[in-house]
């Protein structure tokens, strides 16, 4: 059914690998985890045929340790891509991504969907920011280092599963090159990081890989001079063996006592000893020379000595080839006894560069350091859209203040008119709670912000036909999972609920909604909720809790103005 439905392979296995990674699923205590780990490594290591030898620890990920975020929010706050065309440009990563590594931008994209729970963890982010801010010299050094660093995570996964070639190494190289600068400017501004300079492979890659190396393994013109005296040996035969002709001409005049004699190459007979007529005779039968040419004034002769020397002159090419790969295997493999190291390197790398991609940004975009509280509060002066501001003429954009706490004002009930700027209010809030627990600086004069638990967001009109639900069914599913998993401590975002059905029951719905979440015996969780039922107005004063706001609109003779300012007070 799956399959035919909806191409879905299914296959069914009970098989194990319990005795190869016993050690690794020892460290396991859950039943269920360890079987499903050793399910992994049986499809990675027999299905898939890779080398799992550098995993030496299994880490388990706390979502408790998190902010947490369902697929819905994700996509209606625009973090990795917009919305209608799918896309990374104009997304809150596009904006935040000033990172100088492919490393830190897929750690930066870590934290914005994993935002922190830890207000320490979250305030030793906000302390590298505003070190960097204020040691702006040492900055520039540090983003000009990290430029210079190649992925490393992606050349120790190369490593591993035997694509890497010389260029890959190369690459290695030159990134270990740079890293006792990063750790000195990190150390320099007090950065705790531990960073491993890797200096014993760097003098091994230095000392092996050629500047210029070709793309293929099994070429040669990859290993330096001097890095291996056989290969060295291999190359003076293949480059014609003059070192050698000269050499074997001399020891050869010095054994026969011949000093006239020559050794000569022509392409009928390869290398010979060219003997004068004059000193026949000089030559013995114990020498084991073959007579091959008679000229007018000389013999030519070949002996087993040069044949062999030829053979190898020859055969050079070919074996240099084969040594160059053998090497290379060599030096792949002490490599691979260094990406545990590699990894660990990646990962403070990646941590430094996307702390420096949040400062830069903190500076070009004019954002302030939070105030991380113990209380459930969330008070922003002056908040602004990061993104919409970005894309309109920065002194246009309209700032607004928030305030929602767990008493007074948990639910804001928000109405005005389309397009007057409610949805921007409403997700530029949750934009800066997110940004403030990612340990970024936020756009706002000043923002205080509790710890919160999860966000939700519920917007728009979206169906999801091919599983058979209508975009009424799609909102009430969307409304049930945020009523179901809020907490008093999270955050939602509810815009337009009860739109997709009939006026009365739409009604009824968004009231309902408001209701279970203003209760706080029930739920209480800070809510912004936009609604163009009006009626929604009069539970400001019957339920504890429940304010109202609106946006501004001004008239002006025929015309009508959104100023975009959120007031007290329904529409």
């Not at 397009?419 to 627990?437: C, D, E, F, N, W």
Request: charged fraction near 25%; aromatic fraction near 8%; hydrophobic fraction near 40%.
């Amino acid at each position: 059914l799956l399959k035919n439905t909806y191409g879905i392979e299914v296959t069914i296995s009970s098989e194990f690998l319990w005795n190869k990674y016993k050690n690794l699923l020892d460290t396991i205590e859950d039943a269920r985890v360890k079987n499903g780990i050793a399910h992994l490594f049986y499809y990675l290591d027999i299905r898939q045929l890779k080398d799992l030898s550098h995993i030496n620890k299994i880490n388990y990920i706390k979502k408790n340790n998190y902010l947490e975020m369902d697929i819905h929010s994700i996509r209606n706050l625009e973090l990795i891509e917009t919305l209608r065309l799918k896309e990374r440009t104009y997304s809150l990563i596009w904006l935040l991504d000033k990172c100088k590594t492919a490393m830190g931008s897929r750690k930066l994209k870590t934290w914005l969907l994993n935002p922190l729970k830890d207000k320490n963890k979250i305030n030793e982010r906000y302390d590298k920011i505003e070190k960097l801010n204020n040691e702006f010299i040492l900055k520039d050094e540090l983003k000009n280092a990290l430029y210079e660093v190649y992925d490393i995570e992606r050349l120790a996964g190369k490593v591993i599963n035997g694509s890497l070639n010389a260029k890959d190494l190369l690459q290695l190289k030159n990134s270990i090159k740079v890293l006792p600068t990063i750790k000195d400017i990190s150390s320099k501004l007090g950065f705790n990081y531990s960073l491993n300079t890797h200096e014993k492979l760097y003098n091994l890659l230095d000392s092996a890989i050629v500047d210029d190396p070709p793309i293929s393994i099994k070429e040669g013109y990859m290993i330096k001079s001097g890095y291996n005296e056989e290969l060295d040996n291999l190359r003076d035969i293949r480059s014609g063996g003059k070192d050698f002709v000269a050499a074997f001409e001399a020891k050869v005049k010095e054994e026969t006592g011949i000093k006239n004699l020559k050794v000569g190459f022509n392409k009928v007979f390869g290398y010979f000893i060219e003997i004068p007529n004059g000193s026949k005779s000089l030559v013995k039968e114990e020498y084991h020379w073959e007579r091959r040419q008679t000229l007018t004034n000389c013999e030519r002769y070949i002996s087993p000595a040069l044949k062999e020397k030829e053979s190898m002159i020859l055969n050079a090419e070919e074996n240099i080839i084969d040594l160059e790969y053998k090497l290379f295997c060599e030096i792949k493999n002490i490599v691979k006894q260094e990406v545990p190291l590699l990894n660990k390197t990646a990962d403070e790398i990646s941590d430094i560069d996307a702390i420096v991609s949040l400062s830069v940004c903190s500076e070009e975009y004019n954002l302030v350091r939070p105030n991380i509280t113990d209380e459930h509060v969330i008070d922003i002066k002056n908040g602004r859209h990061p993104v919409v501001e970005k894309m309109i003429n920065n002194d246009m954009f309209v700032a607004n203040d928030t305030y929602l706490d767990n008493s007074a004002n948990r639910v804001s009930i928000i109405t005005g008119p389309n397009m007057a700027g409610k949805s921007t209010y409403m997700r530029q809030t949750a934009l800066i709670v997110l940004m403030a627990q990612v340990g970024s600086f936020v756009p706002a004069s000043s923002a205080d912000v509790g710890i919160v638990d999860r966000i939700f967001t519920r917007v728009g009109a979206s169906d999801d036909l091919a599983s058979g639900q209508s975009t009424f069914m799609v909102e009430m599913t969307e409304v049930a999972n945020i009523l179901r998993n809020a907490t008093q401590k999270s955050l939602l975002i509810l815009d337009e609920i009860g739109r997709g059905t009939s006026t009365f029951d739409g009604l009824s719905i968004a009231w309902a909604v408001v209701e279970y979440i203003a209760n706080t015996k029930i739920l209480g969780a800070k809510t912004l909720f936009a609604t163009h039922y009006h009626e929604l107005t009069e539970l400001e004063g019957t339920l504890d809790g429940v304010n109202n706001y609106c946006i501004a609109v001004k008239e002006c003779g025929d015309e009508i103005v959104f100023l975009r300012k959120i007031v007290k007070g329904g529409a």
